[in-house]
């Protein structure tokens, strides 16, 4: 089953653009997760941010995090082409056992 | 480089065979964790190993098994394969198992099945 729902599935932009991905979650979390995939590779952690934050940024990556709408946003500023992956959010489910559930993710592609 | 390893990295197999997947861990985390990726389903957790214990179960078939050992690598057994088992399997790690860490991913091992 799926925790995180991400929106849009897919998103093209041009370099230099911002890119903005949405995601939606079901359950009450500790923290929530990005994490960016490139084609037919493992995943690679891009940021964490906690239940009791709003924003975190971590370079040209800002993350956003609303409880009480169970949404978070991930924005890519000045995108380029190497930022072209597919990106999940992902959190841990708060039941007995700690599975960490990924979203269907985003594909975001940027052209030169 | 994550310090996850999987083995191996590609596999290709019959309907109705059994295969197994390994997974070594970073070195000092003690959780380990299984997806299987594919093009319609996206990334489904199968299971979650803590120090040797199954921690969490997903949808795992039965025909799956999974098991951690004493020296905390994680081995991942699928028989009577399908066509539909075809996809990427991933394996991570983190700290602990404490909810409030980051996964480490290997670089997965793509099944195939003819």
Redesign the interface.
Known sequence: ??QGEEDPQALSIQEGENATMNCSYKTSI??L?W?RQNS??????LI?I?SNEREKHSGRLRVTLDTSKKSSSLLITASRAADTASY?C?T?I?Q??????????TTLSVSS | D?G?TQTPKHLITATGQRVTLRCSPRSGDL?V?W?QQSLDQ??Q?LI?Y?NGEE?????ILERFSAQQFPDLHSELNLSSLELGDSA?Y?C?S?EE????T???????T?LTVV
């Open positions: 089953s799926q500790n923290n997760q994490y037919g590779r493992g995943l690679v952690h964490l906690r999940f992902a841990y708060n007995a056992g700690t599975a960490l559930i990924f979203g269907k993710g | 994550s996850v959780s964790y997806y996206g990334l957790f979650h803590y921690r969490a179960k997903g949808n990427l991933f991570a983190s198992g404490r909810m409030n980051e996964a480490f991913f290997g670089q997965g793509r």
